[in-house]
């Protein structure tokens, strides 16, 4: 089963991404995280695509094309993937294409506020990656991850200035994304406005479908 996740930044396509991963035993293929783990190791490739992550770019194609291709020949993604933040714009989509085949699109949408109510008030752990929320998702102590006890801070690319070019770079760049694989048939959405649950819920209803219509 080889999946997208499409859908603006700050829609929530990370924790849903890996609630489907865990409960289906498919890894979760996120070019943002393989990203910033190279910018922790202070890799050649993490200090170019820093430039462009903070300031809330997009990280040339030849790169991010490059990290995939690598991560998807690994062992553990034989019974397939989840993607998540891959691909970005239609030349990815279009390498992805003679790499690998994808058999279901999930489009995440909200609207305009709710995303930019849930991308700025997120906090990430900086050692483990749990994702919180300033409102929704609370730790139990302020500034502290519940799972590791590492600091939770405001990642740069999700202060309120990157996140406005974020937003206009996908509109530009990414949501052509829709119309290519509607085109396809392949491409579902799903609302998510309300709680984590509830979203969770409508999102594993519709891999389900997806999955008797296969007849997997
Ligand atoms: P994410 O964790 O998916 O929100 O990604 C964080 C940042 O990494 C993005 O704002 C981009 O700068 C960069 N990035 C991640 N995936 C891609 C991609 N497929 N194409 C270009 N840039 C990417």
Redesign the pocket.
Known sequence: MNIIFLGP?GIGK?THAEIVSKKHGIPRI????I??EEIKKRTDLGKE?KT??DT????P?EL?IDIFRERIGREDCRKGFIL??????VT?AEELERITHIDFVLNLVAPHRVIIERITGRLTCRKCGAIYHAKNIRPKSEGVCDTCGGELYQRE?QKEEAVEK?LELYEKRTKPLIEYYQRKGILKDVNVEGGKGEVSERIGREINDFIKSMGI
């Open positions: 930044p990370g996120s070019t943002g995280e990203l910033r695509a462009y992550m809330g770019g997009l990280v194609d991010v998540d933040g891959f691909p970005r714009t990815q690319d974020r």
